[in-house]
């Protein structure tokens, strides 16, 4: 089959690789210089800087891409462990380290409240059981509703229908400790306090297999990825931006780029935002389920600033590790007013990325690379960034030289920011969310915009805003359920491609 891909996120790579794998005829169509979607990689005066994901766990899913096309992926991305997985920061100097053993964890926790190591373990157990349950339909389709009722008695018998925040309080008294443990939705676009336990898999994830680094960074990763889709004989189109998939008797035929180039399909795999997709891509008469209007109603994760920075002196004597969170006042408000009230919070919450302390090659000699992102709302809220990107930079710098980086600004030689118009008219994220369709109870598994598109037998959807959501592993896995939906048959391991042509 001719298959086009649309977009080179995660998801999209993942999908293209599965399927050129199988022996399809596939073709990347990329609106970007560079593969990657929301991994895109910035090379700014010597540092490379990742655009979006940077917490690599899971690798046996990337490891399964590579065995499907009869490679080993160490010979294309290099993982390393990092412990511990993430410093968390209480806004007054303490910290605590979020390590992969639990020694350390109950050591870490005895800092703040001893008392909360026995409930530190039952709320481990808890999360154990909701990935033991859930973990297999992680890479399974949810097309039907009974393949959601299956799932609902052990959602109920495990309470994996609580709000995170308020799941971990039952076992965790203090209130620190509390955000430490129930930061996770944050990593896929979640309120902790309304994004349902079932996604404390993320943290089982972690336990399971570890948090990762790759070497060169998440850029790395997808070069590993395009290396690999370009050698099964997969054809990428750079700067080739899609304005419209087309239709015909209730499927779709190919795609239509911003130059009038017209590109026949016999399915096509899209990784772009499912609401942008639908509502831009897809005229309102060829679609009944996925109205403009329905569009409107569901609800959207919030969105990102992200600064990226480099400075000519390294800080390796700070209290900084490679993952840094930093809740900067108080979490509850935060989250409603980021989630609810839809307004920018006058307080910070804060990820710090600090990979140089890693991988010093990713920065020029003696120099340090970060990036800073702050949780801010989507684009629903009454925020003119024309007018606010700057104060708000300045905002969060200030913040963090007199708190964690002195004499950082006075040490730049290397910034670039982005912001939610960056998500809406770079990224096509829909109302410049971050990570597409909320996670809630309501918007998970069959109730999230399915894999096998709902209005059109031969599309399909990778990425954040599909089913099993957001995040490197959710991602990577929408696009194993695509590859499997389009070509259940095995993988002819080894066996050529028969669409590859050697480069001249």
């Not at 180039?261 to 309102?284: F, Q, S």
Request: hydrophobic share 40%.
């Amino acid at each position: 089959m001719k298959i086009i891909v649309i977009g080179s996120g995660f998801g999209g790579l993942a999908a293209a690789n599965r399927l050129a794998a199988k022996g399809h005829e596939v073709l990347i169509v990329e609106k970007r210089d560079q593969l990657g979607g929301r991994a895109y990689q910035y090379d700014i005066n010597g540092f490379k800087f990742d655009g979006g994901p940077t917490v690599m766990t899971a690798p046996y899913i990337f490891d399964e891409i590579f065995a499907a096309a009869g490679r080993n992926r160490a010979d294309y991305i290099h993982f390393v462990p990092l412990d511990p997985f993430y410093r968390i920061f209480d806004g007054n100097g303490r910290y605590l380290d979020y390590h992969h053993q639990l020694s350390d964890m109950l050591d870490e926790i005895a800092k703040f409240n001893p008392d909360d190591r026995a409930g530190y373990q039952k709320f481990a157990r808890r999360a154990q059981a909701i990935f033991e349950s859930f973990h297999p339909y992680t890479d399974q389709p949810f097309l039907k509703l009974t393949d959601m009722l299956k799932i609902m008695p052990d959602v109920m018998r495990l309470q994996a229908f609580m709000g995170t925040y308020g799941f971990v309080s039952q076992n965790i008294k203090d209130p620190f400790l509390r955000q430490a443990f129930s930061f996770h939705p944050l990593l896929i676009g979640g309120n902790p306090f309304d994004t349902p336990s079932i996604y404390t898999l993320i943290v089982q994830f972690e336990k399971q297999w570890g948090v990762h680094y790759a070497i060169g960074g998440t850029g790395a990763v997808v070069q590993g990825l395009g290396q690999l889709f370009t050698e099964q004989g997969g054809t990428v189109w750079l700067n080739s931006e899609v304005t419209e998939i087309l239709v015909h008797n209730r499927r779709v035929t190919g795609v239509r780029l911003a130059d009038g180039t017209v590109e026949k399909a016999d399915v096509v795999v899209c990784n772009g935002d499912v609401a942008y997709t639908y509502r831009h891509l897809i005229p309102a008469a060829h679609r009944r389920k996925y109205s403009n209007r329905r569009l409107d109603w569901l609800r959207y994760s919030n969105s990102l600033f992200v600064i990226y920075f480099g400075t000519k002196k390294r800080y390796l004597d700070s209290q900084l590790q490679h993952h840094n969170i930093i809740i900067h006042g108080e979490y509850r408000q935060m989250m409603r007013e980021i989630f609810g009230k839809k307004q920018l919070p006058e307080d910070l919450g804060l990820y710090l990325h600090m990979p140089s302390i890693t991988d010093p090659g990713i920065a020029p000699p003696g120099c340090e690379s970060f990036y800073v992102l702050s949780l801010v709302p989507n684009l629903e809220a009454d925020v003119d960034w024309t007018e606010t990107a700057v104060p708000y930079r300045n905002r969060i710098m200030e913040f963090l030289e007199a708190n964690y980086l002195p004499d950082l600004q006075a040490n730049l030689i290397a910034e670039h920011h982005i912001d939610p118009l960056h998500f809406q008219h770079t990224l096509n994220s829909y109302r410049g969310a971050a990570f597409s369709v909320k996670p809630t109870l309501l918007q998970s598994a069959w109730l999230r915009p399915h894999n096998r598109s709902e209005e059109f037998d031969n599309l399909y959807f990778v990425g954040a805003g599909t089913h099993p959501g957001a995040g490197v592993p959710a991602v990577l896995s929408s696009g194993k359920i695509a590859a499997e939906l389009i070509d259940p048959q095995p993988t002819a391991v080894g066996q050529p491609n028969p669409f590859y042509v050697p480069a001249a």
